[in-house]
């Protein structure tokens, strides 16, 4: 039987019943969350790291934990849902690690890569606030997605805005060939530096538009395909092997652009209705 609330306790908390106290928690889809988390938070130690010493290699390694924590956040829905334990609190733990992953440690990146080439000029102070206005930016997406998402299979084929680990992914991708391009190419690393706010300030955007993005490892993963799939499959994995610090880039900023495309595509070059006309209209010309 379940133990009545005292006056007092009525009274402290405004006359509604006392938060339930969560009890027990699913182990599995939890520990791959915090995974995300630790990598996350790592990728931050790895970005002062490179502020402190300029070493290229130590943003490099910021730029694959992100990448890394999406192996993380693409199981643990995934592990969840599979062992029927998806709960409230996995999504708001869920929320918090993409937050710390893909919100504040791409941003932080991003300030640390930019922080030398505009220091002490004009665009310091504005690449500052978009460093900041692209965590804000996964925030308020991530608020958004958990409010309106449901443990329902069905919500889960396609995003409304850019996800945030896409989002991040374009980011930490865009540093990755730095270290190779840094010992023939030097101008093209400065270049790439001083565009990151830029791309940062365009995923930002993204992530708290309505315009709507596929789930892709449903997509792909989900219900039986033909065989040929496989090789292809295969064949991207190699060439993800061998040109990785590229590729990455290549494919998430493909995936960031399809949205707007797709949404230029709808809009601007839709079939205009044709209204038919009415009986008595239709008597008047036949006669």
Sequence with gaps: MERQSSPEQNKRWGGFRRPRRLRSIALLPTLITLGNGVCGVVA???????????????????AWLILAAMIFDALDGFVARLTRTASSFGAQLDS???????????????????????????????????????????????????????????????????????????????????????????????????????????TGILMVSRVKYDHVVNRVLKGKRPFITLVEVALVIA?????????????????????????LKKHLFRRPVTVPAAPSEERQQNH
């Design 239 to 263: 060439l993800f092997s061998v040109l990785r610090e590229f590729a990455f880039f290549i494919a998430f900023f493909g995936y960031a652009v399809t949205g707007p495309l797709l949404w």
């Design 44 to 62: 931050i130690f790895k970005t002062g790291q490179y502020m402190a010493t300029g070493n290229e290699k130590t943003a490099q390694a910021a």
């Design 96 to 202: 918090l690690c993409d937050l710390i992953t893909f919100g504040v440690a791409p941003g932080f990146l991003t300030y640390a890569m930019t922080r030398t080439e505009v220091a002490d000029s004009i665009w310091a102070r504005p690449f500052q606030a978009i460093c900041v206005l692209y965590s804000m930016c996964a925030l308020i997406r991530l608020a958004r997605f958990t409010v309106e998402t449901t443990p329902d299979e069905s919500a889960h084929r396609e995003f409304t805005g850019l996800p945030s680990p896409a989002a991040a992914g374009v980011m930490a991708a865009a540093v990755l060939p730095t270290v190779v391009l840094d010992q023939n190419f030097p101008v093209l690393v400065r270049i790439i530096h001083a565009g990151l706010p830029g791309l940062a300030l365009a």
